[in-house]
């Protein structure tokens, strides 16, 4: 029987703001505040992080800290890879959305001959590079690496030699090259673009399912179609970015708050049909900030909710 397997990655230098490395502790914090002992219920490790270099001068303006990244992502790379040999079912609980890298990369690395599909649960698309970013942050740029995209139809900005180098080396953590094809990307509740990475979606017909779409052809509907355009796919990993969720309705407690976003019981039900596939085989939560939220703790709390009941259906569908 596979056991799950928590992978702590308190990473933070991928945003522009900094507090999503305390995330992980606020939602155990939301955990004990629930009398709920969810985290002494599975084993877990911390990855690495290099949060210090936040103090360092940036070098690579348009790839803000990126040799730090790659470490990062690297080291969580082989924390999900060797977990996946070893049978588990990793849940990553990550700072800042950079980490989707290390974590894709460690997917494919465990099953370099299976078609990996992604789910992506988030505010933003994630699809910039260094010659398209018009913030340098990497967090935006998790997918573009994975994808091995660089998007220079759109380039905006002149990235000096070493970036070019260091990017080069970021698209090969793992194993070497592409770990995701764009077609086996689906998209749900991104609202929040830039030109360069709506250009990547549109001409590589990336289906984004917004929250009004949804909300008005009905979920059963919506959700049998995105598991549809994923059926070429052996392996599923679903990233849950809590910008997904409406600022308005939760809270601002995320360093990229967006309006009009998911409700709670929403994004369990999206991951949840997912999950009933069977396919999954990891699962990963980003970008709580306590430190900006503006309700307490409850960003963190929300996250907690969604994180339960998710673990509760990998319990059942894929573990027994």
């Known amino acids: 029987m596979k056991e799950i397997k928590l992978i702590k990655n308190r990473s933070d230098i991928g945003a522009g703001t900094r507090g999503s490395d305390l995330g992980i502790d606020a939602i155990e914090i939301a955990a004990i505040n629930n009398k709920d002992d969810y985290f002494n219920l599975y084993k877990y490790e911390n990855v690495e992080t290099e949060n210090e270099t936040i103090y360092d001068k ?91 995209d660089d998007n220079l139809d759109c380039k ?48 590589n017909k990336i289906k984004n399912y917004t929250v009004e779409e949804i909300r008005y052809r009905g979920y059963k509907k919506c959700l049998e179609e995105a598991v549809q355009r994923l059926e070429p796919c052996d392996v599923l990993y679903i990233s849950f970015d809590v910008d997904s969720l409406d600022c308005d309705l939760i ?46 703790n409850r960003m963190a709390e929300a996250a907690f909710e969604v994180l339960k009941a998710t673990t509760g259906t990998i319990i059942q569908k894929m573990i027994h």
């Open 156 to 203: 905006i900005n002149e990235v000096s030699e070493e970036t070019v180098v260091l990017w080069d080396k970021m698209k090969n953590i793992g194993i070497h090259g592409q770990k995701i094809k764009h077609e086996h990307i689906v998209y749900f509740g991104v609202r929040d673009t830039e030109e360069p990475e709506e250009k990547v979606i549109e001409q």
């Open 251 to 296: 809270s601002k407690g995320t360093g990229t708050p967006v309006s009009r976003g998911f409700d709670i019981d929403e994004v369990i039900c999206i991951i949840q049909a997912f999950v009933n596939t069977k396919k999954t085989v990891c699962f990963e939560v980003v970008e709580v900030n306590p430190t900006l939220d503006d309700k307490g």
């Open 58 to 148: 940036v070098n690579n303006s348009f790839a803000k800290r990126i040799v730090s990244v790659i470490n990062v992502c690297t080291r969580l790379s082989n924390s999900v890879a060797k977990s996946l040999q070893n049978k588990e079912y990793p849940i990553v609980l990550s700072g800042d959305h950079s980490s989707a890298l290390g974590t894709i990369s460690g997917i494919k690395t465990a099953n370099p001959d299976k078609t990996l599909g992604v789910i992506w649960i988030d505010a933003h698309a994630d699809v910039h590079s260094p010659y398209t970013s018009p913030s340098g942050n990497i967090h935006g740029m998790p997918l573009a690496a994975a994808l091995s």
